[in-house]
C-alpha cells in the first residue's frame, strides 16, 4: 500500500547530540510537511518541501533543518536538542489544490535526555 | 489571521450515544476543512474533507461533517458511538498550499 513511513518511531537522544528523523513516501507526492507536535497540543507546522523548494515558517528554530534529497524521502535534522525539543514529530505529504489532503506518517517521538 | 477553534478541550458520551464536536475556523479565502483522529502515540488519519460542492460530507468509520459558511463551522457528527472512537479529533483548515492549521483538539472519551 502507498504510505508514509517514518523511521524509528522512538528516538532517544542526548542533550546537545545532532539527531535525524527520516520520512519517506510511496504517495509520489509534491510536497513534504514536518510538523511538531508536543504533548496535549496541536500539530505545529514547520517547513515544507514544495518539491525541491524549501519552505520554512517564521517561527521554526534555526536548531531545526530539513534535506530533501529526491521525491520519496525527507529528513529532520536538529542540531542540539534541548529538552523543549522532546515531542512527536510528524512527517506528512500531499500534491497541491483541491485534490491534496495530507496524508501523515506514524510518527516519531523524540525524548531528549 | 487563520485559526481554528475547537471549544471542547474533553468530551465523554456513552456507546451508543450520538456525537458532535466542534470547530469554528478564520480563514481569508474560502477554505479546505479537515477533519483528523489521533489515537495515542499515532500519526493522524484523515476522517473526512471539504473542499467545495455539497456542504454535507461523509466520511469513514461512520464520520459526516457539516459546512455552515455563515457561521464559520465544520462540525463532525456520528450517530452512534463505538468504544474504537475513543481518540483525539482534530479539526483542520488549509488553502491551496494545503499547509494545515489545528485546532487544539478535543479528547473523546467512550464510556461503556
Known amino acids: 500500500d502507498a504510505m508514509v513511513i517514518q523511521n524509528p518511531r522512538y528516538q532517544v537522544t542526548q542533550f546537545g547530540k545532532p539527531v535525524t528523523l527520516s520520512c519517506s513516501q510511496t504517495?509520489?507526492?509534491?510536497?513534504m510537511y514536518w510538523y511538531q507536535q508536543k504533548s496535549s497540543q496541536a500539530p505545529k507546522l514547520l517547513f515544507h518541501?514544495?518539491?525541491?523548494?524549501?519552505?520554512n515558517e517564521a517561527d521554526t528554530p534555526d536548531n531545526f533543518q530539513s534535506r530533501r534529497p529526491n521525491t520519496s524521502f525527507c529528513f529532520l535534522d536538529i542540531r542540539s536538542p534541548g529538552l523543549g525539543d522532546a515531542a512527536m514529530y510528524l512527517c506528512?505529504?500531499?500534491?497541491?489544490?483541491?485534490?491534496?489532503?495530507?496524508?501523515f506518517g506514524q510518527g516519531t517521538r523524540l525524548t531528549v535526555v | 489571521a487563520q485559526s481554528v477553534t475547537q471549544p471542547d478541550i474533553h468530551i465523554t458520551v456513552s456507546e451508543g450515544a450520538s456525537l458532535e464536536l466542534r470547530c469554528n475556523y478564520s480563514?481569508?479565502?474560502?477554505?479546505?476543512l479537515f477533519w483528523y483522529v489521533q489515537s495515542p502515540g499515532q500519526g493522524l488519519q484523515l476522517l473526512l474533507k471539504y473542499f467545495s460542492g455539497d456542504t454535507l460530507v461523509q466520511g469513514i468509520k461512520g464520520f459526516e461533517a457539516e459546512f455552515k459558511r455563515s457561521q464559520s463551522s465544520f462540525n463532525l457528527r456520528k450517530p452512534s458511538v463505538h468504544w474504537s472512537d475513543a481518540a483525539e479529533y482534530f479539526c483542520a483548515v488549509s488553502g491551496a498550499t494545503n499547509k494545515l492549521i489545528f485546532g487544539t483538539g478535543t479528547l473523546l472519551a467512550v464510556q461503556p
Open positions: 506528512a505529504t500531499s500534491n497541491p489544490g483541491r485534490t491534496g489532503s495530507a496524508f
Open positions: 480563514y481569508g479565502a474560502t477554505p479546505y
Open positions: 504517495l509520489n507526492h509534491n510536497v
Open positions: 518541501y514544495y518539491d525541491k523548494d524549501f519552505n
